[in-house]
């Protein structure tokens, strides 16, 4: 019994590993989207957003993984332009 709960779980943890993901954000604009920001905000403005929107959304707080990944990707993304 043990050895095929060890199978089941090692099938599991593969199958999560392996599965397919879909990207978290398609480019800049979607993810100023996401975060309620425009064209011209600045890192504060990106920053602020984030925590506001990672605040109602955190898994923590009754909302989603997933919407938090996005809420973070979208961070990543304005972040990294700014900077680049």
Do not use: C, F
Not at 4 to 29: D, F, T
Not at 52 to 76: E, K
């Amino acid at each position: 019994m043990l050895k095929i709960l060890l199978v089941a779980a090692v099938l599991v943890g593969l199958w999560l590993y392996l599965r397919p993901r879909k990207p978290a954000l398609s480019g800049e604009a979607e993810a100023r989207q996401v975060l309620g920001v425009g064209p011209d905000a600045d890192e504060a403005a990106i920053r602020a957003a984030h925590r506001r929107l990672v605040g109602a959304v955190h898994p923590d707080r009754g909302g989603s993984a997933d919407l938090t990944r996005r809420v973070n990707a979208a961070r990543d993304v304005l972040l990294g332009r700014l900077r680049h």
